[in-house]
């Protein structure tokens, strides 16, 4: 099933029972080209985020896939915890078994099937919420991805600043930009409202990793890891669309040209 929006193809199709939704760029039926890649952790508006993308005098010249969980709040956790709300079943923490999905069966159809730049500084995995909290544990899990994206990333979720100190990232050329709502650490939910204190010390833990991988690495032709970190307006639902141009401007922007 194809529509077009503005000047943007948009493919709903399933890899390995996954449910997902493709942007191509307009020209992608018309050429050779071959394109980098942003995955994201869950759908998302892809048609808004795209026009105001383009209002913006943003970059298209990408290829996006949402993939869509089977359960948000099983497959974007990486352990178990205690629910999140009152009446709600705990999560499972699946997030290695999602993460698995998406680099050994999902990533490969896409180079297969679709002209990508399979490389890691070409590939980018983004996500909101629990999706962006997967999207930082993957920098623990998989050298596939060159650059996250975490945008109101749930990183007050149970031990997960703990378990970044102990871990060190698969990649020390990586690419991440962080992002939070200044009113979002005003939730009523006490582990929630931890939001705010966890992603500064989520970017400040990265910064150090980064830094110490980069002097090991000194020498070496091989780029400098980046961490960056943009404050919004709004609680954890305003704007999703403007934060999601946001960080995909900041990544065209910061993508290694080849």
Not at 8 to 32: A, H, N, V, W
Not at 187 to 209: D, F, W, Y
Not at 213 to 240: K, P, Q
């Amino acid at each position: 099933m194809i529509g077009i929006v503005m000047e943007f193809q948009i493919q709903e199709l399933q890899i390995s029972g996954m449910d997902c939704r493709l942007y191509l760029p307009s020209d992608y039926d018309e050429g050779t080209k071959h394109y980098p890649t942003i995955y994201v952790n869950g759908e998302i508006p892809i048609e808004e985020i795209l026009t105001e993308l383009v209002e913006n005098g943003g970059q298209t010249d990408f290829l996006l896939l949402s993939v869509k969980p089977s359960s948000w709040n099983d497959d974007f956790t990486p352990w178990t915890a205690a629910a999140f709300r009152k009446g709600e079943e705990a999560p499972a923490g699946r997030a290695d078994d999602y993460l698995s999905c998406l680099v050994k069966e999902i990533k490969p159809y896409m180079d297969t099937c679709y002209r990508t730049k399979p490389e890691p500084e070409h590939t980018a995995l983004s996500g909101y919420s629990l999706g962006g909290l997967t999207a930082v544990y993957a920098l623990y899990k998989t050298d596939v991805f060159g650059s996250i994206a975490s945008l109101s990333g749930s990183l007050w979720f149970d031990g997960f600043c703990d378990f970044m100190e102990r871990e060190k990232p698969l990649r020390r050329d990586l690419q991440v930009y962080l992002s939070l709502g200044k009113k979002e650490s005003r939730s009523k939910n006490p582990r929630m409202g931890m939001v705010a204190a966890c992603t500064e010390r989520a970017s400040e833990i990265l910064h150090r990793q980064l830094e110490a991988a980069g002097a090991h690495a000194e020498g070496m032709d091989e780029r400098t890891g980046e961490v960056y970190f943009e404050w919004n307006e709004g609680g954890h639902f305003h704007d999703i669309e403007g934060r999601f141009v946001k960080a995909i401007t900041w990544w065209t922007q910061n993508m290694r040209e080849t």
